[in-house]
């Protein structure tokens, strides 16, 4: 799937960097344009092969918005010219999906993304999808509610939403911060993935994914959901039965980016391998599992050929938005509101009955 990636604040920033990185290492060709906005120069400065276009800076001088979700929605809002003109030649006519990356606990991604999402689908005919990622829960109240409202706000306005919870793709007992580069490692390599499925250059033949299979499960819209899992595979095939099987369990029971999200709209099961190496009766038995598991839709799915001693699969969940995960996580949003507005008394009559309101 040929992509154009705009990350908006700093997590959006280094994410979109570390899929373009990952995307040309691996020739890919899937990533066809990636821009980073920012309200923090320092932040974009600090990339080193994305473009970069500095947002707000007549109102915050280049410093960011300090977390003020409502100011990054601003900012975003009164540069948007400029944003969809620098837009020009990164989009492209082979584009098949535009991706907003963003931290959604912050100020600049929580509250810019969602504007830009909004204008991006006024301009253009493709999938303006987002790529948010949750944050943590000991995060802190601030980056809960910020985040309670970019999700409401994106999952009106997106054609889906990828979601990443910062607690599910590092290791026990590291700390969130610690663990960024984990993440964003693992989120690369996996989104990076699934946006080249479908752009495999060798052995392509019938049973190899299309990238029409990815937005056909995506078009479910809501909160989308992506598990990965690998082990060693031997090299003939019939010996791979199993390990589709054990890598197609784990990707959705313990790998996904979102934990405990197995509810779902539609789902697609991409098995990545030496193709010779991919067993077809294992493959199709996974594709079985995966239907029970999720709750009996059909599952698309295809081969991703990829030179690897490793059979890997990637699981990606369109409609997840009724999993116990996003409803905890709405309860901590919610809760995280509650607190702020008593602290503020003087304005708390004010939102009292709009606990996490849109953003705009
Ligand atoms: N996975 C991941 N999460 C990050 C990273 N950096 C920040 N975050 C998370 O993103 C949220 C904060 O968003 P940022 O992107 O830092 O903030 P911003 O959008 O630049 O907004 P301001 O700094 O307020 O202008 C928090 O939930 C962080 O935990 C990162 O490199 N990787």
């Known amino acids: 799937m040929k992509v ?6 700093q997590a959006g920033g280094k994410i979109t960097e570390r899929l373009a990185r990952f995307d040309a290492d691996m020739g890919f060709g899937a990533v066809q344009g990636a821009l980073a906005i920012n309200s923090a120069d320092a932040d974009l400065q600090s990339l080193d092969i ?37 837009l020009d030649g990164r989009v492209t006519s082979k584009s098949e999906a535009i991706f907003v990356v963003a931290g959604l606990g ?15 689908q006024q301009v253009y ?25 970019s ?32 993440i964003n490692e693992k989120i690369a390599q996996r989104v990076g993935l699934l946006f080249a499925s479908g752009e495999a250059i060798e052995g392509v033949g019938e049973s190899v994914v299309d990238s029409s299979e990815v937005i056909n499960t995506l078009r479910a819209g ?8 690998t082990e060693i595979a031997s090299e003939d095939s019939g010996e791979n039965i199993t390990t589709a099987m054990s890598v197609s369990r784990q990707a959705l029971l313990t790998g996904t980016s979102l934990p405990d999200a197995t509810t779902a709209d539609s789902a697609l099961l ?15 038995k996974s594709r079985r599992w995966l239907e029970d598991e999720t709750g009996g839709m059909q599952v698309r799915g295809g081969d991703f050929p990829l030179d690897s001693d490793r059979l890997g699969a990637l699981v990606l969940l369109g409609g997840a938005e009724r999993s116990d995960r996003i409803e905890a996580f709405m309860e ?26 849109n953003l705009f």
């Open 4 to 9: 154009a990636l705009i990350g908006v604040g």
């Open 50 to 86: 994305v473009d970069t276009q500095l947002i707000g800076a007549d109102r915050v001088n280049g410093h960011g918005v300090g977390g003020d979700n409502e100011l990054g929605t601003e900012v975003m809002q009164s540069d948007i010219q400029q944003v969809l003109g620098s």
């Open 106 to 120: 912050g100020g600049t991604g929580s509250g810019g993304a969602p504007v830009l999402v909004h204008h991006l």
């Open 125 to 149: 005919d493709v999938p303006i999808y987002a790529l948010g990622v949750l944050p943590g829960r000991n995060e802190g109240s601030l980056y809960q509610a910020n985040a309670g409202r």
């Open 151 to 182: 999700l409401k706000t994106l999952l009106r306005e997106a054609d889906s939403t990828l979601l990443i919870d910062n607690d599910s793709w590092h290791e026990q007992g590291e700390s969130v911060e610690g663990a960024f580069e984990t």
């Open 222 to 229: 809501g909160v989308a959901v992506l598990g990965y899992a």
């Open 270 to 284: 991409v098995i990545a391998g030496r193709p010779d190496a991919i067993p077809r009766k294992g493959v199709e």
């Open 332 to 357: 901590r949003a919610r809760e995280a509101t509650d607190a702020q507005e008593t602290e503020s008394t003087d304005h708390a009559d004010q939102f009292a009955d709009d606990r996490l309101e």
